[in-house]
T-cell receptor, first 117, second 112 residues
């Protein structure tokens, strides 16, 4: 079973509009963390935002916010006021539990975001 | 402050050849990781090192070996390259296990 599911292969948004990229996850571990990364066409992976399973509030970092709905096991990324430079592939990732698994990230397949002027 | 550096950036190998991908970080991070990214897929963890002196298998370790040379350096070795190992390889580091990971620029490897 997929641990991280990103159901939108591609998304389009108009410049200055907000966009939501979906991510659902599957874990039975009460302690986990969710990450979003951006991969521009140049290929590097850029860390955007993190949400811990015990965090009471949704994470925010500048124009990025994470809509964390624990009961629904979703961790959607919201980008406000889209810019042309936001065009990229976006990956959701999860790390679970403790012990030897603690450092392992499982990635989704990604969503390609295109921002139109 | 270069962050995470990887060498080489590009490499072409013939089936059966061996090579080592080098990775170094200057952020004083304890944990380091190797991933591969195949077309249309997310990253998959090959091996990781939670701290200097330890290494553990990830999701796809077969055909690879790693060495955590010191706190800064973590190398990935392909002993006998196969076409199925054609991929982009990323090295990453984090201050501790479970924290956000910072990635190198990647190595594009083609095995013919």
């Amino acid at each position: 079973a997929q641990k991280i599911t990103q159901t939108q292969p591609g998304m389009f948004v108009q410049e200055k509009e907000a966009v939501t990229l979906d991510c659902t996850y599957d874990t039975s571990d009460p302690s986990y963390g969710l990450f979003w990364y951006k991969q521009p066409s140049s290929g590097e992976m850029i860390f955007l935002i993190y949400q811990g399973s015990y965090d009471q509030q949704n994470a925010t970092e500048g124009r990025y916010s994470l809509n964390f709905q624990k009961a629904r096991k979703s961790a959607n990324l919201v980008i406000s006021a889209s810019q042309l430079g936001d065009s990229a592939m976006y990956f959701c990732a999860m790390r679970e539990g403790g012990g030897t698994s603690y450092g392992k990230l499982t990635f989704g397949q990604g969503t390609i975001l295109t921002v139109h002027p | 402050n270069a962050g995470v550096t990887q060498t080489p950036k590009f490499q072409v190998l013939k089936t059966g050849q061996s090579m080592t991908l080098q990775c170094a970080q200057d952020m004083n991070h304890n944990s380091m990781y190797w991933y591969r990214q195949d077309p249309g897929m997310g990253l998959r963890l090959i091996y990781y090192s939670a701290s200097e002196g330890t290494t553990d298998k990830g999701e796809v370790p077969n055909g690879y070996n790693v060495s955590r040379l010191n706190k800064r350096e973590f190398s990935l070795r392909l002993e006998s390259a196969a076409p199925s190992q054609t991929s982009v390889y990323f090295c990453a580091s984090s201050v501790l296990q479970g924290y956000e990971q910072y990635f190198g620029p990647g190595t594009r490897l083609t095995v013919t």
